[in-house]
């Protein structure tokens, strides 16, 4: 964990490229990586290469390859009517899991659809002058793919905060995707794609699964967007097929920045910092605060709490490459330096929070006061967990419903209005030189003064 004093750099700009992190197509991959993509592909290939071929492959062959890329990178052999979970998949899960799960994820589900549905965009329609009616439809989309990280653990939330917004948006079929562990997919994970409307669950993961569910194959059907978060591949796999299909962000590893001042408790600062640092390796924590004290205090905190978190070899290596520890002049400064840093999860960790909300420019979730810990919005809040990372803040917000709908403009003139703009719009298509423009115009506006 590194401790920087703002004092030594000439900007705060300088300061924040201390946990900046390369672009996809500039990150380094390991020997072993690199050895990995041998033995799927016949050579060492890097990241958009494995990708690029892997899109390719399951565009021209459909099941075949998509079945092949799970045999050899999922390592599940598979049939085409296996590719997706079957209903007495569903039926045994829902046997095997505990009530207060179901309990939990009720709450979860709940919690997120009420504050989902104050997202709600309707159509809307506006009488002008002279018979002009000027609108906005507004149309779910008909079928997206949400993808659900394999990782280390089955992770929950993600399928609640997905699908959750989706089916609040009036999307008419959500497929779910997620990879095998252990030859099975875990019980949980099935249980709440039920629970939140999921329509069918995909067996597949990485940059396979966005393929699939970009291009469609005999079995998987073609979707409108993909969203959810995913490693290095599937980051790139979205990117690649963006335009295919939309998708809602590429996200990176998850990062948690704490402002913090002497009224924080260490323990607090430092199990916030901690449970970001176990999401992976390449997670990053940052704790920005005017106290050299409080600061040396969650340093030996963090030792502390490390020695018995069952997540500590993955949570010290994040801590070792993006952990992070700034000294500022004062509480402003702290602010400031937050919004260039622009962190996907934002703490306010001090006496008076909402005395410094108004000046939040750029942060994906902000989080007020010492009981608003961060894992609280992961979980059950209600608020999306899905949050633009590395400095995205700036142009990008958290999934909501309004990704899983398009606008459509409504536009209608009766005569009326027809002689009371026509003349300026064949104006202005003269000045661009579009004859074809004015024309289709002029010939309704002619028509028009024949009829008077």
Known sequence: MRIVNVKDYESLEEVRRLI?????????VSEAALERTKQIFGTALSPRESVARILADIENEGDQGLLRYIARIDGQDLTAGELFAAEAEFA????VVSPEFKTALATAVENVRRYHQRQVEQSWFTPEADGVILGQKVTPLER?????PGGNAPLISTVVMSAIPAQVAGVAEII???????????PHLLVAAKHCGVNAVLKAGGAQAIAALAFGTETVPRVDKIVGPGNLYVSLAKKMVYGRV???AIAGPSEILVIADDSAPPAYVAADLLSQAEHDWE?????ITPSCRLAQQVVAELGRQLNDLSTADIAAAA??????????????QAVELANVFAPEHLELLVESPWDYLGRIKHAGAIFLGRHATEPIGDYIAGPNHILPTNGTARFSSPLTTHDFVKRSSVIYYTPAGLRKY????????????????????QIRLNDLKEGE
């Open 20 to 28: 900046t992190r390369p672009h996809l197509d500039q990150v380094e």
């Open 92 to 95: 045994k899960a829902e046997a």
């Open 144 to 148: 997206v793919g949400i993808y659900v």
């Open 176 to 186: 779910m995707a997620t990879p095998l562990r252990g030859g099975v997919l875990d």
């Open 246 to 248: 939309g998708i809602e």
């Open 283 to 287: 997670a990053s924590a940052a704790l």
């Open 319 to 332: 801590l070792e490459r993006w952990g992070l520890i700034v000294i500022t002049e004062d509480l402003d």
């Open 422 to 441: 026509g003349a300026q719009a064949v104006e202005l298509a003269g000045r661009e030189g579009l004859a074809a423009h004015a024309r289709a115009i």
